[in-house]
């Protein structure tokens, strides 16, 4: 323990005070390149304790499908360029909910499998429903 205690009130602070900082704006243009090189392994650790921060804050920001691959349309009827469905509206019965996720066993009807996706990737995707009046 008395290592880190070294470090963190003797060694860091003394190792900071001796970075080539400015005063003012224009004095960051008047830095060498020598300087420039002892600026980056700070800025480094900055970034990184902030990118890691950022990750630990805000998961959700960075989750995909579980595949992984980013794609929405993972298994249905990927033989096809685009997939399209035509449906008449008068073959709806009262009223038909329809995924958006591409999850669904059931393509083109939604069977709830959105709820998953969402609670793996943090998505809120649901069906469209189409009712009739």
């Given at each position: 323990?008395?290592?880190v205690s070294q470090v963190v009130k003797t060694s860091l602070p003394n190792y900071l005070s001796s970075l080539p900082v400015p005063d003012?704006?224009?004095g960051?243009?008047?830095?060498?390149f020598k300087d420039w090189l002892a600026l980056i392994?700070?800025?480094a650790v900055v970034v990184g304790i902030g990118y890691v921060t950022y990750r630990a804050f805000y998961p959700k920001a960075h989750r995909t499908c579980k595949s992984g691959s980013g794609?929405?349309?993972e298994n249905v009827r990927k033989h096809e360029a685009k997939v399209v469905d035509m449906i008449d509206i008068e073959n709806i019965a009262d009223k038909a909910a329809f995924c958006r996720c591409w999850k669904t066993k059931n393509w083109p009807y939604c069977d709830g499998s959105h709820a998953a996706h969402n609670k793996d990737t943090g998505d809120n995707v649901g069906p469209i429903v189409i009712k009739k009046k």
């Open positions: 323990m008395q290592s003012t704006f224009g960051w243009f008047k830095l060498s392994p700070p800025t794609l929405c349309n």
